[in-house]
């Protein structure tokens, strides 16, 4: 195999979320942020390029996302938690420290990032799949039965981890024998624990109370999202809840459903080109009852007021 080092195609900083969601390369993302955008400062750092038949992405944000979208047409990517990542909400599933997320094409992206959020990425044509199976000495199994998520050994992962962190400063690390010997052992952990769901988290009232708002706020079931009821069905206290939400996203249950309902009439709104829709629509669907208070909390978080977007978008 030819050893050619690590071509960058993207590397840059981000202080704008919809100049993030329009330079990322490769993925079809819509950002949206559940918490104020703070003037002025980095919230995002994107490395990406490509070193031979490798596309290689390392991506760290600094405030909470909601992430929706389509990874790379034609590949299959997998995704490696950084050092400070702890935690990932993603497709139903709270991953860790050592699962890795496997995205096929036509596949969904639909995650719930923490105010501090760390990957490793690397892609591969879908068809060279076969061979790192072939040389596994496996059968060939239907890529779309193989788990979303497995884990892996420790210290496969730091060896990721040390060879994609090394895109910005040290790209020659990143060469394609090394990048073939990685994508060979992960291919062999996939593909061994089929059936493998993520790992199981000791269940808590407070974080099943949890999990309940972020799959809601997923699926956009928010309108009627009601903290207090749903604590109270949960069996707990405000309190709890507010701890587990500092814990996990840094902010309150709150203010975390009031930011996630501004990003989804966000996205509404800028849909207007394909859709018949008004502001009041947008409201109605988001859980939004005060004009005035809509308005004001909308051009705090982005900027610019509701028919501002609709404008834009229509």
């Known amino acids: 195999m030819e050893r050619k080092g690590f071509l960058a195609s ?4 981000f202080t704008d979320v919809d100049q993030l969601c329009h330079d990322i390369r490769y993925w079809d993302l819509q950002f949206q942020p559940l918490g104020p955008v703070p003037a002025q400062q980095t919230i995002a750092k994107i490395i990406q390029g490509s070193a031979a038949q490798f596309d290689c992405t390392y991506a760290r944000f600094h405030m909470n996302f909601d992430q929706r979208g389509a990874p790379p047409q034609g590949k299959v990517t997998f995704t490696i938690p950084g050092k400070r990542m702890q935690e990932l909400w993603w497709r139903g599933h709270n991953t860790g420290e050592n699962d890795v997320l496997v995205y096929l094409p036509g596949t969904e992206l639909v995650s719930i990032s923490g105010e501090d959020f760390e990957v490793h990425l690397i892609a591969v044509d879908v068809a060279v799949i076969a061979d790192y199976f072939d040389r596994c000495g496996l059968t060939v199994p239907d890529p779309a039965k193989l788990p979303g998520v497995f884990r892996a050994p420790d210290d496969l992962l730091k060896k990721v981890r040390f060879v994609l962190g090394k895109l910005d400063e040290q790209p020659a690390l990143v ?19 089929t059936g493998l769901q993520p790992r199981s988290l000791a269940p808590n009232a407070s974080r099943i109370v949890m999990e309940e708002i972020v799959t809601a706020v997923a699926s956009d079931d928010i309108a009627n999202l009601r903290i207090s009821e749903l604590c109270r069905q949960g069996g707990i206290s405000r309190r709890a809840l507010e701890i587990a939400f500092q814990d996990k996203f840094g902010t309150g249950p709150a203010a975390f459903v009031k930011s996630a309902r501004l990003a989804h009439a966000r996205r509404q709104l800028q849909l207007a080109a394909v859709a018949d829709i008004s502001i009041a629509d947008v409201m109605d669907h988001a859980g939004f009852s005060h004009v005035g208070q809509f308005a004001q909390d909308y051009r705090k978080m982005f900027g610019e007021r509701p028919s501002d977007t609709l404008r834009r978008y229509s």
Do not use: F, N, R, S
């Open 10 to 13: 993207l590397v840059a900083e």
């Open 175 to 193: 060469d394609p024998c090394t990048l073939d010997e990685l994508v060979e052992k992960l291919v062999g952990c996939w593909v061994v624990q």
